[in-house]
């Protein structure tokens, strides 16, 4: 029986060879590489002649007098990302979606792109000719309108609690809301049909039809951005602030914090426990999550 299935599915396995050996060469081979966090890397030695430290490596993440704050920063704007990012992007999908059956083609097409331009922004040049202190659209233009002075928004941290995650929604809600767009049109229409003949307005067909059925998908998109809830998009807390000192109470986040470490410090191996810390905490929040999921909703758990 072994050998009749092997010789039914040898095809598959042959076209799934190829993207099997680019997984195990570039995903699980550099695992090797976490033995890096528990040694001080010595380049004349190499890295497995290297002393060994044990968590010596991981200990200036929480002896630090900024481990609550990076700590702080990093969980929760990543909690306000993707609350903020999941319902902008399912409600421009539904408002899409409505849309599509009430233009002409033509313009729907060219509405369609709209959230792929958001995204294809250059975001920090944005938001710095934006907010620049001499020639910032905001200071030049928008506040002598209501009679407001200049602010120096890169020397004031209030400020940026607001600003970054309306950066993050900006340069992100574009590629979720096609995501979710894919997944409202692929829906069959004799459901909204059906809801019409029995007098459903449109509020109750995204209530009752649209929501549950592409709650796969945002529990899918859900989990997995949980699973890196501990990382951080590097350029949006680095090159956005433009790494202003200021700021650092609440921009600093756990992988600005590693790198500027590094610059100072260039130690190889507490940027590699850093990034074991983060990839193990995400690890067991997926599982978390996924147990969570499966209790309340088996069919749509991740596994």
Same mark, same amino acid.
């Given at each position: 029986? @072994?050998r009749?299935?092997?010789?039914?599915?040898f095809?598959l !396995?042959?076209?799934?060879?190829?993207?099997m050996l680019?997984l195990?060469?570039n995903n699980y081979?550099?695992m090797?590489?976490?033995?890096?966090?528990?040694? #001080?890397?010595? !380049?004349?030695k190499?890295?497995?002649a290297s002393?060994? =430290?044990?968590? @010596?490596?991981f200990?200036?993440?929480f002896?630090? &007098?900024?481990?609550?704050?990076?700590?702080r920063?990093t969980?929760?704007y #990543?909690?306000?990302f993707?609350c903020?990012?999941?319902?902008?992007?399912?409600l421009?999908?539904?408002v899409?979606?409505e849309?599509?059956?009430r233009?002409?083609?033509?313009?729907?097409?060219?509405?369609?792109?709209?959230?792929?331009l958001?995204?294809?922004?250059?975001?920090?040049?944005?938001? !710095?000719?934006?907010l620049?202190n001499?020639?910032?659209?905001?200071? #030049?233009?928008l506040l002598p309108?209501?009679?407001?002075?200049r602010?120096?928004?890169y020397t004031?941290p209030?400020?940026?609690?607001?600003?970054?995650?309306?950066?993050?929604?900006? @340069?992100?809600?574009?590629?979720?809301?096609?995501?979710y767009?894919?997944?409202?049109?692929?829906i069959?229409p004799?459901?909204?049909?059906?809801?019409r003949l029995?007098?459903?307005?449109?509020?109750?067909k995204i &209530?009752?039809?649209?929501?549950?059925?592409i &709650?796969?998908?945002?529990?899918?998109?859900?989990l997995?951005?949980i699973g &890196?809830?501990?990382y951080s998009?590097?350029?949006l807390?680095y090159?956005?602030?433009? #790494?202003?000192?200021?700021l650092f109470?609440?921009?600093?986040?756990?992988?600005?914090?590693?790198y500027?470490?590094?610059i100072?410090?260039?130690d190889?191996?507490m940027s590699?426990?850093?990034?074991?810390?983060?990839?193990?905490v995400? !690890? =067991?929040?997926i599982?978390?999550?996924?147990s969570? =999921?499966?209790?309340?909703?088996?069919?749509?758990?991740l596994?």
């Amino acid at each position: 029986m @072994k050998r009749k299935k092997i010789k039914r599915y040898f095809p598959l !396995f042959l076209l799934g060879f190829p993207g099997m050996l680019y997984l195990f060469i570039n995903n699980y081979i550099p695992m090797l590489g976490i033995v890096i966090a528990f040694k #001080n890397i010595n !380049f004349s030695k190499g890295i497995l002649a290297s002393d060994w =430290v044990g968590l @010596k490596n991981f200990e200036y993440l929480f002896k630090t &007098r900024d481990a609550f704050i990076i700590t702080r920063n990093t969980i929760g704007y #990543n909690i306000l990302f993707i609350c903020a990012n999941l319902m902008l992007s399912v409600l421009f999908a539904i408002v899409l979606s409505e849309l599509r059956s009430r233009m002409a083609s033509r313009v729907y097409q060219t509405l369609i792109l709209l959230p792929y331009l958001i995204s294809m922004v250059i975001v920090s040049y944005l938001v !710095f000719a934006f907010l620049g202190n001499e020639n910032g659209f905001v200071n #030049n233009t928008l506040l002598p309108l209501f009679g407001g002075g200049r602010i120096s928004w890169y020397t004031q941290p209030r400020y940026w609690v607001v600003i970054l995650p309306l950066v993050y929604v900006w @340069k992100n809600v574009g590629y979720s809301t096609v995501i979710y767009l894919a997944s409202v049109i692929g829906i069959d229409p004799e459901y909204y049909e059906a809801a019409r003949l029995d007098g459903a307005g449109t509020l109750q067909k995204i &209530r009752y039809i649209t929501l549950p059925l592409i &709650r796969p998908t945002i529990i899918m998109l859900t989990l997995l951005n949980i699973g &890196r809830i501990f990382y951080s998009d590097f350029g949006l807390f680095y090159q956005v602030p433009q #790494n202003s000192g200021a700021l650092f109470s609440t921009t600093n986040v756990i992988d600005t914090y590693v790198y500027r470490a590094l610059i100072k410090l260039g130690d190889i191996g507490m940027s590699s426990a850093a990034g074991v810390y983060q990839s193990l905490v995400g !690890f =067991v929040l997926i599982m978390l999550s996924n147990s969570i =999921v499966r209790k309340i909703d088996k069919e749509n758990a991740l596994f």
